[in-house]
C-alpha cells in the first residue's frame, strides 16, 4: 500500500468485497483490480498484478485466493474471513434467486440468447483486463514471452492450468529475474 494510505477496517473489507461480487459477474478478477487499485489505491498495479499471480496459481478460484491474501495482509485471521465472505455473500444470495428462475424459464430462447450474450461479455472482461494490466506494467519481453506461451498452452492446446504453471514457472522465474538483473545493470 502506498504509505499514506491507510489500511482497511475488517468492515471495509466486507464491504468493498461484496460490491465488487455483486458487480463483478463473469469478471470478479476485472472489478476487484479496478477497484483495489484503481479507486481505493491500496495497492499499486505490481502488487496487484503479484497476488493475482500467487492467486492464480494456487488451487481453487483465483479471486477467493487474492480476497484471502489481501485480507490477511491487511487484518489478519479476521480480514481472510471478511473479504472472501463479502466476496461471495451477495452472488450466493443473486445465484440462487437465478438459478431458481433458469430452471422455471431456461429453455425459453431469448433466456437462452441473454445467457449466450452474457457469456461473451465475461470474456471480454477478462481479455480486456489482462490487455489493461499488461499496458500497465510493460513487462519484459521475456516475461511477455512466458506470458503469450501461457496463453498458447491455454487457449490453443487446451492443456490443464497446473501443468501451464509448472511447465512455465522456471521460465517465468528466469525471465523475472534477467529482467530485474538487466534494470539493476541500467542504474
Not at 496459481?57 to 490477511?72: R, S, Y
Not at 499496458?135 to 501451464?164: D, Y
Request: aromatic content about 6%; proline content about 8%; cysteine-free.
Amino acid at each position: 500500500m502506498p504509505p499514506d494510505t491507510p489500511r482497511p477496517t475488517v468492515p471495509q473489507l466486507f464491504l468493498t468485497y461484496l460490491r465488487i461480487g455483486l458487480i463483478g459477474f463473469g469478471g470478479v478478477n476485472a472489478w476487484a483490480r479496478r477497484v483495489i487499485v484503481e479507486e481505493k489505491r491500496w495497492l499499486s498495479e505490481q502488487d496487484y498484478a503479484e497476488v493475482l499471480g500467487l492467486g492464480q496459481a494456487l488451487p481453487g478460484p483465483n479471486a477467493l485466493n487474492v480476497a484471502i491474501q489481501l485480507g490477511e495482509r491487511w487484518r489478519g485471521p479476521a480480514g481472510a474471513i471478511a473479504a472472501p465472505a463479502g466476496l461471495f455473500a451477495g452472488p450466493l444470495v443473486v445465484l440462487a434467486l437465478l438459478a431458481m428462475a433458469h430452471d422455471r424459464w431456461g429453455e425459453i430462447a431469448l433466456v437462452k440468447a441473454v445467457l449466450a450474450g452474457t457469456a461473451a461479455a465475461a470474456a471480454g472482461m477478462v481479455i480486456g483486463t489482462a490487455l489493461k494490466m499488461a499496458q500497465k506494467l510493460k513487462p519484459s519481453a521475456p516475461v511477455l514471452a512466458v506470458g503469450l506461451a501461457a496463453l498458447v498452452g491455454a487457449a490453443g492446446l487446451r492443456l490443464p492450468l497446473p501443468a501451464i504453471v509448472l511447465g512455465l514457472a522456471p521460465f517465468g522465474i528466469a525471465a523475472a529475474w534477467w529482467t530485474m538483473r538487466r534494470g539493476e545493470r541500467a542504474q
